[in-house]
């Protein structure tokens, strides 16, 4: 079937750590695929997308590269701010089906 | 530019009420969505709509009804509501289907509970 599996939180890093949220994916055909953010008490919004292999999204320091051999597209960022303390959701999408997404990893920044 | 635009933002109901969630948005989205989220399932999709008069369901429609009878506004009714039901809510738009790549826009979520 088609899924997204991120890796399990809740991810305590201090200020400066480096970060990695690890999402893996199925599908079928050729997926885009998205990281969406939830900061506290506010809905999602987009924070970076690819959508063809080989591709990097990258916003506000964060990347990650669509991986076609090992099925990934891990968020990636080098240097954590207390900011950056959310809910960040890996998603992707294909064909007609609407967006699914993971369920979540929260990260906390403490200072 | 407001956006998408979901009220109530909390609610209180007892088992066996019903009431309307709504949203509204004001991009000319074609595409909209309800989403629930609960603690360990991430966001699931209840229902969604391509187009006015157009709707179809997602993973968990049961006990969930919709109309789109304008591009702007996609109301979500709970006909009876139940203590499952319990959870907070998001609305998204987007201008194409997000098979089309296309940036959903969330609203800030309505938190429900049933008591």
């Known amino acids: 079937g088609n899924s997204v599996t991120q890796m399990e939180g809740p991810v305590t890093l201090s200020e400066e750590a480096f970060l990695t949220i690890n999402c893996t994916y199925t599908a079928t055909g050729y997926p885009s695929l998205f990281w969406y953010v939830q900061y506290p008490g506010e809905g999602l919004q987009l924070l970076l997308k690819?959508?063809?292999?080989?591709d990097k999204g990258s916003n506000k320091g964060f990347e990650a590269t669509y991986r076609k051999e090992t099925t990934s597209f891990h968020l990636e960022k080098g240097s954590v701010q207390v900011s950056d303390s959310a809910v960040y959701f890996c998603?992707?999408?294909?064909?007609?089906?609407?967006?699914?997404f993971g369920k979540g990893t929260r990260l906390s920044v403490i200072a | 530019n407001a956006g998408v635009t979901q009220t109530p933002k909390f609610q209180v109901l007892k088992t066996g009420q019903s009431m309307t969630l709504q949203c509204a948005q004001d991009?000319?989205?074609?595409?909209m969505s309800w989403y629930r989220q609960d603690p360990g399932m991430g966001l699931r999709l209840i229902h969604y709509s391509v187009g006015a008069g157009i709707t179809d369901q997602g993973e968990v429609p049961n006990g969930y009804n919709v109309s789109r009878s304008t591009t702007e506004d996609f109301p979500l009714r709970l006909l009876s509501a139940a203590p499952s039901q319990t959870s907070v809510y998001f609305c998204?738009?987007?201008?194409?289907?997000?098979?089309?790549?296309?940036?959903?826009?969330f609203g800030s979520g309505t938190q429900l509970s049933v008591l």
């Open positions: 998603a992707r999408t294909s064909g007609n089906t609407p967006l699914v």
């Open positions: 690819a959508t063809k292999a080989d």
């Open positions: 991009m000319n989205h074609e595409y």
């Open positions: 998204a738009s987007s201008y194409g289907t997000p098979s089309t790549n296309e940036k959903l826009f």
